[in-house]
């Protein structure tokens, strides 16, 4: 009698880690785990707290990319080098609710020409020898951090949306090492402009340049 007793007060117990168990990993299966990495297609991710996404590394075979704007979560940013040494990607467009781009994050991709992107902050040495690159535009309110396009052999134009960047919005040898024949060319209704800006030949375009003639013309 004494067996059947602890018997069945074993069997709820029993129950009861089973049904507990279940819950747990039900409730796991729907959880973010914030900074754990994760993949979607050609790209590695992770989450933080605020349910935003920081591609972390690259994993394609290169050619012409396109950063999603969703992973299952919102993209927010490029982390630190995520594409370095990717030297078989050729462009890249970056979405416009990217807020920013990682220290070396595209450094030595020797096979970028092209980068379509929006207004955001550009880390350290972030295209460097990028050598390939021969133009770029830059658009308003975008922060150029140290060394940014530094060793871009092939660049030979920027062209600026905005006003010239402040001091606290420009690095230190942002465009060191570009083309010999390097030219800055601005809008002329913006502020803060004049040829020898920070060292460099900056010359206004003519207002009446659409923005898909602006790669053509410089």
């Not at 995520?82 to 020797?110: E, K, L, M, R, W």
């Not at 050598?131 to 309110?141: E, G, P, R, V």
């Amino acid at each position: 009698m004494k067996s059947i007793n602890n018997y069945n007060v074993r069997r709820p117990r029993r129950y009861i880690a089973i049904f507990m168990t279940a819950i747990i990993m039900a409730t796991l299966s729907n959880c973010t785990f914030f900074g754990i990495e994760r993949r979607s297609g050609d790209f590695a991710y992770t989450v933080n707290s605020q349910g935003h996404e920081t591609v972390v590394q690259y994993i394609g075979k290169g050619g012409d990319v396109v950063i999603p704007e969703n992973l299952g979560m919102p993209t927010s940013d490029i982390g630190d080098k995520a594409f370095q040494n990717c030297i078989h990607v050729t462009s890249v467009t970056i979405p416009g609710c990217v807020g920013g781009i990682g220290d070396y994050a595209f450094q030595n991709c020797t096979g970028l020409t092209s980068v379509t992107w929006g207004n955001f902050s550009v880390g350290k040495y972030a295209f460097q020898n990028c050598t390939a690159l021969t133009t770029c535009i830059i658009f308003d309110n975008t922060s150029l951090d140290d060394g940014a396009f530094s060793g871009c052999s092939g660049l030979h134009a920027v062209y600026f949306e905005g006003d010239a960047p402040s001091e606290y919005q420009m690095g230190k040898d942002v465009f060191a090492g570009t083309a010999s024949d390097f030219t800055i060319y601005y809008n002329p209704d913006k502020e803060g402009w004049s040829d020898g800006w920070n060292g460099y030949h900056a010359v206004p375009l003519p207002a009446t340049t659409t923005p898909s003639a602006k790669p053509n013309l410089v």
